[in-house]
């Protein structure tokens, strides 16, 4: 008779050889999963070199046990079934014995086993290609049901709430001064400083404000507060959009016969496009203020030549050109925080995630846009 102990402190697996080709396998100790150290290659091991013809478990020695113990008995019962060796479990638990019956009566279903192999680098563009399309689709759909919507506002048969829709704009106006103030003025204080750089070297710091004035009123005014508020209301809305669809309330105002466009999305689209034009005009007031800060403490201009300066070079093209872009803007924002909203899964983390795709959606028209619309101001000679 031979015997070898494998395993460590807590829990341990002895085998013993006997005369008539059995292989006593004893267990010991606990078996938990924290910290069970013994595994199936000495059993392997031993069925390989010896003529086993059957296995017989000894659990007398077990003083705690959870399913680390089942794991490897499966493993061992498995392997005695590919070989053809009889196995005979009396000296289990009684416990132990009805879980491996049931175990081996509901059999493993095929493909349920989930595979570690990383997909081809065409399947990942295949995938990531179907994905776009069909995102692209259901924008567009969306796109053409808010259009829908408007024509039924139009027609002034659009149902929703005034309260809602002025509890909107105030969120999306009056409350956004603050960070708009902030990022405005500091943004012509950097242009500012950038121009004064450069233009001193020429003893031109006069036309510090013709810098400012003209970036900040064509461009940089609607662009930065369309990121802003790309960040602030558009996340917002599509986690809004996005916990009622979690909660059921989408759901729930379908089913009482109101249409979500109308009652959810239409409000809010409306209170931004409106708010984005005047926000607009408040952050080219603010970046020339910040210019100005600059030109009057450091270039050691007065108020009254920097304040003719900028009139100069102010022109109502290039002011309604910048308030065209913050519609623009605010009709891509809306759009993205709703759609992102209204796709929004079944999950709390989707929420999140919908909110993050709406900042990045918005964001990305924003500067496409803003492309496009240089291009064409360019050739029309706006």
């Not at 006593?24 to 013994?38: D, Y």
């Not at 020339?288 to 030549?305: R, Y």
């Not at 924002?333 to 992102?340: D, N, P, Q, V």
Request: net charge neutral; aromatic share 8%.
């Amino acid at each position: 008779m031979e015997a070898q102990t494998h395993g460590d402190a807590t829990s341990k697996v002895s085998l013993e050889t006997e005369g008539d080709g059995t292989l006593v396998v004893q267990l010991s100790g606990a078996w938990r999963i924290q910290n069970t150290a013994a595994s199936t290659s000495t059993v392997v091991k031993a069925l390989e070199t010896s003529q086993i013809r059957r296995v017989r478990f000894d659990a007398k020695a077990l003083s705690s046990w959870d399913s680390s113990i089942l794991m490897f008995l499966m493993k061992v019962t498995n392997l005695c079934r590919q070989q053809n060796i009889v196995t005979d479990r009396d000296g289990l638990p009684s416990g132990i014995r009805r879980l491996l019956e049931l175990a081996e009566i509901v059999p493993e279903q095929q493909g349920a086993k989930q595979t570690t192999d990383a997909p081809s680098f065409l399947a990942r563009v295949g995938t990531a290609s179907t994905d776009v399309f069909v995102s692209s689709s259901e924008m567009l759909r969306f796109l053409g049901d808010v259009t829908l919507t408007f024509g039924k506002l139009v027609k002034m048969r659009a149902r929703y709430r005034t309260a809602d829709l002025l509890l909107i704009v105030q969120e999306c106006g009056p409350q956004a001064l603050p960070i708009v103030t902030l990022i405005s003025f500091g943004m012509g204080t950097i242009l500012a400083f950038v121009g004064a750089v450069q233009l001193r070297q020429f003893g031109a710091q006069i036309y510090v404000a013709d810098l400012v004035a003209i970036a900040v009123v064509r461009d940089m005014g609607a662009i930065m507060t369309g990121i802003i508020m790309a960040g602030r209301t558009g996340a917002a809305f599509a986690a809004q959009l996005g916990t009622m669809k979690v909660t059921q309330e989408i759901d729930a105002l379908s089913t009482l016969g109101f249409s979500p466009l109308e009652f959810l999305v239409l409000p809010r689209m409306i209170a931004l496009c409106l708010m984005m034009p005047l926000l607009c005009l408040y952050a080219n007031l603010m970046g020339i203020l910040g210019g100005a800060a600059v030109g009057l403490w450091m270039l050691d201009l007065s108020w009254t030549t920097y304040y003719h300066q900028t009139v100069y070079a102010i022109t109502l093209t290039a002011l309604f050109g910048g308030v065209f872009k913050g519609v623009i803007y605010g009709v891509l924002i809306a759009l993205s925080g709703c759609l992102r909203g209204m796709q929004c899964g079944s999950s709390a983390s989707a929420v999140g995630e919908a909110a993050t795709s709406a900042v990045v959606t918005s964001i990305v028209f924003i500067v496409t846009a803003c492309g496009a619309l240089s291009v064409v101001f360019y050739i029309l000679d706006i």
